[in-house]
């Protein structure tokens, strides 16, 4: 069965500086998808980017971007020049071929003013 | 606003209880997803339809139910409801098959008594 582990409970960073919260996961398969969402206090789920696991590039958008290594079965996402808007628990996913899209257990990332 | 529309936003309830929780996908999606996120905890699988069929079964008790109707709304029925069954219980759409991208609702809160 995939997992998706997220090793850091909680973390902070000051305003304008960057972060980076780290996720592995176990698969056997070799197509699938990953996800970062982020979830504000208001607990709405919100998409932040997305990776195709064939693709070789790693996703970015705009601040956001990840760090995909398949081999070492490792997705990281980095948030550049952090703000106050960024406050959340961000958690990571793992999605395959049929559907089914798990989540790890979130870190929850301070913004320090 | 991501078009996936859940109701009840808040439900509180006793122990022994049974309640039903609605989802209207977003126009044009087949998938619906069923997920459970107790307190500062991350978000569990429950489970998956598609056009009106099961596709994939997570960590969901046998006290609950759901179904996907002609129409494509979706309902989670909760039965002899245990304090521990007090969550943020959130309901997803996505486009298509195999597309890995969730829409997500914002979320029914129940609070069992």
């Known amino acids: 069965a995939q997992t998706v582990t997220q090793s850091q409970p909680e973390m902070s960073v000051q305003e304008a500086e960057t972060v980076t919260l780290s996720c592995t996961y176990d698969?056997?398969?070799?197509?699938?998808?990953l996800f970062w969402y982020k979830q504000p206090p208001s607990r709405q789920m919100i998409l932040v980017i997305r990776?195709?696991?064939?693709?070789?590039q790693n996703a970015t958008e705009n601040r956001f971007s990840v760090n995909f290594q398949k081999a070492a079965k490792s997705f990281s996402l980095k948030i550049s020049d952090s703000q106050l808007g960024d406050a959340a628990m961000y958690f990571c996913?793992?999605?395959?071929?049929?559907?089914?899209?798990?989540f790890g257990k979130g870190t929850r990332l301070h913004i320090l003013p | 606003d991501s078009g996936v529309t859940q109701t009840p936003k808040h439900l509180i309830t006793a122990t022994g209880q049974r309640v039903t929780l609605r989802c209207s996908p977003r126009?044009?999606?087949?998938?619906v997803y069923w997920y459970q996120q107790s307190l500062d905890q991350g978000l569990q699988f429950l489970i998956q339809?598609?056009?009106?069929?099961?596709?994939a079964k997570g960590n969901i008790l046998e006290r609950f139910s759901a179904q996907q109707f002609p129409d494509l709304h979706s309902e989670l029925n909760l039965s002899s409801l245990e304090l521990g069954d007090s969550a943020l219980y959130f309901c997803?759409?996505?486009?298509?098959?195999?597309?890995?991208?969730?829409?997500f609702g914002e979320g029914s809160r129940l609070t069992v008594l």
């Open positions: 997803a759409s996505s486009v298509v098959s195999g597309s890995g991208e969730l829409f």
């Open positions: 698969t056997s398969e070799s197509d699938y998808y």
């Open positions: 990776q195709e696991a064939y693709k070789q």
């Open positions: 996913a793992y999605g395959d071929r049929d559907d089914k899209i798990i």
């Open positions: 126009s044009g999606d087949l998938s």
């Open positions: 339809y598609y056009n009106g069929e099961e596709r």
